[in-house]
């Protein structure tokens, strides 16, 4: 085992080098406050690892985003969006028994208890559906037999995983129809998980909605040590259970800087237009460090070449827009501002492309979707890999995520000081 050195006040600390299997190198400081007293401290965790893990590899310098060792761009092309679940949560694709078998168990699970049905009943229709589905997945907590998070059993893994899948879309479904105020309707045992959602929804199915429904989320299902998968992580890890865990990333994912970037997006492109289009304007408003506009959709953490998955999403947009027969000026405009980005030095310098959530909103808006329910498809789309991650992190018997801190606050004082004032 290689090892590299910290040398703090003239001492020598020997932290162990650890090398993941695509030969990313990490230096275990796990033990270096016991032995230096010193924490290292590292805001937004730009440079830490909080964990190892199989699940999903990123290589942001070339655009690499693999499952499991699957490429995603093959996975698009060849899964579906369970099979890609089931490869998540498992580790490997599964045989055609076993995939039907995870089918048979989410649509058994594609249903909901009466009182979280009221629950999302009770929401104003002005409510954003990420609080809905979070509230929802919480409460559903009540409806099932507490468990010990620390000691799961395989039979338990085997229930609860179905759930959040069902969940999580009938949850979606149905406040879409609350909203509307429309009835809920039944999930159908002989539709595939993206038909029943979008019959759930719309009360019909439409072959070619779901057939790039099922891509979205194969390219949203997982994103290894992202915001929301930290959250679900850092909840986890307190062996709080799966519904407050999934519930905890949901949160997490609403916020503007990672999932909720996608109805920003939209609501972006649709003020550039009734401002007349004039998107130069709005890139040179992005570079002004005094104005706040950021160009959403735009940059990542991981990746400084491109997204693969806005790759991907772009193609895709075009070929889904041409099937509905839908003529989005939108496009035009985030196609423009693309264009301009990408050459502007700002941008270049700063290794900021477009991300998966630059052209994903126009599909969903291409597809009936409400512009605030784009998150929310993204949460669904996710459920797999904040699964996988929790389950991982269980599995590993990983300690209580609980990060230390630099104390700058006053130092010692009493209530003699304020008497004196
Ligand atoms: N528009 C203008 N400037 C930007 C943008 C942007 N979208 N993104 C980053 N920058 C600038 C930023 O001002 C900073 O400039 P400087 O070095 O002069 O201070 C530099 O680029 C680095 O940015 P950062 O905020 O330090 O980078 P980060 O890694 O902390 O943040 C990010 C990454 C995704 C939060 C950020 O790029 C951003 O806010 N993008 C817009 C929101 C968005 O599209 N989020 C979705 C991310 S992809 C979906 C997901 O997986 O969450």
New binding site residues.
Partial sequence: MSVGKIEINGKVHEAPIIIGSEGEVALDISKLRAATGMITLDG?F?NTGSCTSSITYIDGANGVLRYRGYAIEELCEKSSFLEVSKLLVDGNLPNSSALSSFQDQIKKASSLPEGVKSIIKSFPKSAHPMGVLSSALAALSGHFEAKDYGNLSKADFDELIPTMMGAVKMIAAYNYRHNKGENFLDSKSDLDYCSDFINLMFGEVDKDIAEALDVLFILHAD?EQ??SATAARVAGSAHANIFASMASGVNALWG????G?NQK?IEMLEMIEADGGDYQKYIEK??D?SDPF????????VYKNFDPRAKIIKKYCETVLNKLGVKDPTLDIAKGLEEVALKDPYFVE?K?YP???FYSGIIYRALGIPTNMFTVMFAIGRMPGWIAQWKELLGQGMAISRPRQVYTGETLRTYKDVESR
Avoid: E, Q, T
Avoid at 256 to 259: A, I, S, T, V
Avoid at 294 to 301: E, I, S, T, V, Y
């Fill in positions: 937004g730009k994103h992202n915001c503007p800087r990672h999932g970037a997006v992005a570079k460090k950021r160009l959403m959709g735009f940059g990542h953490r700063r900021l991300n998966v959530d």
